[in-house]
């Protein structure tokens, strides 16, 4: 059974139709990927998948349960996480404190302003944990606003992971990253789906097509295809799309 599946996806705003019957199968391990042109439903997919959005018509199952219509923190308390296109830290506080704000004992605490989070060390201890999965141990007390771009990407992916998820959806992770960080977080995705099922929204062919066991391609608003990189590069659906000269 797959570990996270979606039938018949329909999502509308108003009279606008931008999901028709998507469905998508993910099974644990592995990295999945979306691709599709701009305005192909890609990010309400996302959406809808990880409970921003309620579809309008379809199922969503995630380990057997029926998430559709979830609120994200109900979902997110299941084991699903994700990352966003946009990137949202806190910039004002130490590269350690974005990651500890989302770990599930943090939450758990009864907020006391006088509290010294710091000197919890079960709680440091398991920041630097998720940090050094992403290789930021090393800046754990520098701040965030400090890191460069790929650095912020990562730790946008280690606050993802604090939430000790399952699965980890992720947003356009290379948007804005040079060749040498789109390397570097290459990398990190390898070594992360050693731990992880990842699903990832992606602009960046090469960088998905080398990732991916699966890709799911959304056009229209429906998926036109699923299946392998290999087996999409002959998929006469998607050449003949303005996908076919990316892929």
Known sequence: MPLFEARNIQKRFGARVVLEDVSLSVEQGAVHGIMGPNGA??????NVLTGHYAPDGGTIRFAGR???????????RLGVSRSF????????TVVIENVMLALPEFRAMTFSPSRNVFIDRALTDAALEILAQVD??????????????GQRRALEIAVALAARPKIVFLDEPTSGLGAEA???????????RESYTIVMIEH?????????DRISVI???????????????????VARSALGELA
Not at 66 to 76: E, Q, S
Not at 85 to 92: A, S, T, V
Request: aromatic share 10%; charged share 25%; hydrophobic share 45%.
């Open 41 to 46: 439903g890609k990010t309400t997919c996302f």
């Open 66 to 76: 029926d998430i559709a219509g979830m609120k994200p923190h109900r979902i997110a």
């Open 85 to 92: 296109q946009i990137m949202n830290l806190f910039d004002d």
């Open 136 to 149: 930021l141990a090393e800046k754990a007390w520098d701040k965030a606003a400090s890191l460069s771009y």
């Open 182 to 192: 789109t390397r570097a977080l290459a990398q990190l995705v390898r070594r992360l």
């Open 204 to 212: 960046d062919m090469r960088f998905l097509f080398e990732l991916a």
């Open 219 to 237: 056009h229209w608003g429906q998926v036109i295809a699923e299946d392998t990189p290999t087996e999409l590069m002959a998929n006469k659906w």
